[in-house]
């Protein structure tokens, strides 16, 4: 038993710092002024790749999290 919340919490723990890389990596976009077209193909590569690559809850949370990122991008230039 313990043993399964050690591992869920090291995955929520996982989850949060891919997050974190994620909208870091948006961020530094965004201001080195890349523009917010070189943003949304960055999220629209990974979520493919994600798609490609991952499936279940793990591609469900990553889904989730480039969703998150994306709002904070505004979509016109």
Known sequence: MV???KARRDSR?????????VAALVDTMLR????NDVAHYFLDRL??????TLQGPALYILDDI????????PVND
């Open 32 to 35: 080195e002024d890349l523009g």
């Open 13 to 21: 723990v996982t989850a949060l710092a891919i997050g974190n890389m």
């Open 47 to 52: 979520q493919d790749l994600n798609s490609m």
């Open 3 to 5: 043993k399964d919340r």
């Open 66 to 73: 480039v969703d998150v990122v994306r709002c904070t991008v």
